[in-house]
């Protein structure tokens, strides 16, 4: 008789998860802007017509308490205050016919806005 162990970690989700398509593009703006040491910084801050936004930009300061999840040398960078408002999130890149951009899939938001850009 053979017997199936399941092995269940506590360890939680990663911060964020990033797809194929969004490493490849962050790479891309990355080396247009000449500096290997800058990291993708993302963030939750208070504002817009639901309660939260979303904010992303290049950074090249890590600071304490901040989780860096690395993807094929694609650093991410989140701050304390954010990790749990983004836990489990995908962040993906789309190019389409109706226009080009980055999109968070987050399994947190319980409401978002018309705009597409604030959630609670």
């Known amino acids: 008789m053979t017997q199936i162990l399941s092995i269940k970690s506590n360890k939680p989700p990663k911060a964020i998860t990033l797809t194929d398509t969004a490493i490849v593009k ?3 703006l990355i080396d247009s802007e000449g ?3 800058l990291a993708l910084r993302m963030a939750v801050r208070p ?3 639901s309660g939260f936004s979303y904010e992303m930009f290049f950074d ?4 304490d308490g901040d989780v860096v999840e690395d993807f094929g040398g694609v650093r991410v960078v989140v701050d304390p205050q954010s990790v749990e408002r983004l836990r489990g999130s995908t962040l993906d890149y789309k190019d389409g016919l109706m226009g080009a951009g ?3 899939e987050n399994p947190n938001v319980t409401r978002s806005c018309g705009c597409g850009n604030s959630f609670s």
């Open 47 to 49: 504002g817009g017509c």
């Open 102 to 104: 980055f999109a968070i």
């Open 35 to 37: 500096d290997p040491n």
């Open 60 to 63: 090249s300061d890590v600071e």
């Open 26 to 28: 962050v790479r891309e």
